[in-house]
């Protein structure tokens, strides 16, 4: 008889974890059952043709959020400050905003399924993607305030001096020729370096 010391407490899985599997196991039973029953109520061929409308205008819409989601980003590297024919700060546009939503309604039409098909189409409009992204925003920074109170940068810096035991590492890099950054002319594939202990 071991009277060692207690197993270590698991950490408890969340209750997204827990229930996800269920729901997609719900889900997928639902859409069969639907569409068996759209199958009953007309025919195989309606089906059909359901199921290729909605993927192929999935793939309209997904291509349509992937180029303006593309010329947003191109048209906001532009604008940045140094580049040539930069003229003003980037300004938030209207119609920048919701490309993910986009592309995942354009996902949903894809998926088959009837249940995903009116997700889908709810998705392409306009309303209920500003109220779902005003929501995934407000969501997201309560979780980023209660992971970091002082905000995303504090968060990163933390990251950057705690080591994994939990031991503060501080420092400061001091070069030996005093120069301030950046590469040394004698540099070079077979340059002589310091040691990085002595």
């Known amino acids: 008889m071991t009277t060692g010391t207690p197993p270590p407490n698991r950490p408890r899985r969340s209750r997204a974890r827990t229930l996800l599997p269920l729901g997609v196991a719900v889900w997928i039973v639902l859409e069969i059952w639907l ?91 306009p309303p209920v993607r500003a109220v779902l992204g005003r929501a995934a925003e407000r969501s997201l920074e309560r979780r980023m305030r209660a992971a970091a109170p002082g905000g995303f940068s504090d968060a990163f810096q933390q990251a950057r001096i705690h080591r994994p035991d939990g031991k503060v590492v501080q420092g400061e890099v001091i070069r030996e020729d005093g120069a301030a950054g950046g590469t040394r002319p004698d540099d070079g594939p077979d340059a002589d370096r310091p040691p990085l202990t002595r």
Do not use: Y
Not at 37 to 55: M, P, S, W
Not at 94 to 116: A, D, F, R, W, Y
């Open 35 to 125: 569409l068996i029953l759209v199958a009953g109520a007309t025919n195989g061929f309606t089906v059909l043709l359901i199921l290729v409308a909605g993927a192929v205008l999935g793939a309209v819409v997904i291509k349509r959020a992937g180029r303006r989601a593309f010329r947003n980003l191109t048209e906001t590297l532009q604008q940045m400050p140094g580049q040539p024919g930069a003229t003003e700060a980037p300004t938030g546009r209207t119609g920048s905003k919701g490309n993910g939503l986009l592309m995942l309604g354009g996902l949903l039409l894809m998926i088959p399924g009837v249940i995903s098909d009116a997700a889908g189409l709810l998705l392409l409009l």
